[in-house]
């Protein structure tokens, strides 16, 4: 599981106040297409899923009502052709909340974002929260080696090994590399850090 990745029929609650907003709201609960809103390392407690994930509701770009070229749409972030449709979604930040863990199915996942669509969506997130918005490449530079960590705790899994076990190896000194395989990462030692993961059994 990763920020930005998409998932299909995911509850959803709605409080609706209606004309009465004095009294109790109504609570509605829909089944909706949603996106993984939370930064990696919140995402993940210990190596595992967290059991609270902050989500938000994807909508039909025609039904936001936003403009062709996007601009002035401060609270979405546009997803071309999400279902290959040719139909432009996006997601809709004014719809925050939060799923149980259960609910985020791998099964049910339908997109995962490139590395350049995850600086992206932080970009618009930055200008949803601020009004600033960071430069692309500033975003992407921010995030390689929490991308690189993610790629590289696919390969240990992928390699049968426990994915608890992966962060307590991310923090355990290399001799040969002279610092934390986490801190060889920080500095751009990628290529350092998979050799040693390759390594790890042997």
Same mark, same amino acid.
């Given at each position: ?25 109504? #609570? ?8 993984? /809103?939370?930064?990696?390392?919140? #995402?993940?407690?210990?190596?595992? /899923? ?67 669509? =995850? ?7 930055? #200008? ?18 929490? =991308? ?7 390969? =240990?899994?992928? /390699? ?8 307590? =190896? ?14 060889? /990462? ?17």
């Amino acid at each position: 599981m990763f920020q930005g990745d998409i998932f299909d029929n995911v509850p959803y609650v709605k409080v609706m106040a209606g004309d009465r907003p004095e009294a109790d709201p109504k #609570i509605a609960v829909e089944r909706r297409a949603v996106m993984l /809103l939370g930064y990696p390392c919140d #995402i993940y407690a210990q190596g595992s /899923l967290a059991k609270v994930q902050t989500i938000a509701v994807l909508r039909e770009a025609e039904k936001l009502r936003v403009p062709q070229d996007w601009r002035g749409a401060f609270t979405v972030c546009p997803l071309p052709d999400l279902y290959g449709d040719g139909q432009p979604w996006a997601v809709d930040f004014r719809t925050m909340g939060i799923a149980d863990r259960f609910y985020l199915d791998p099964a049910k996942r339908v997109a995962c974002l490139s590395e350049f669509g =995850w600086a992206y969506l932080r970009q618009r997130l930055s #200008i949803y929260h601020t009004r600033v918005a960071v430069h692309l490449d500033d975003c992407q530079a921010a995030g390689r080696a929490t =991308w690189e960590e993610i790629d590289l705790w696919e390969q =240990w899994t992928d /390699l049968g090994r426990h994915p608890k076990q992966f962060q307590s =190896w991310l923090d355990s000194f290399n001799l040969g590399i002279g610092f934390t395989h986490r801190e060889a /990462l920080e500095r751009g030692m990628t290529h350092l850090v998979a050799s040693a993961l390759m390594a790890a059994d042997k």
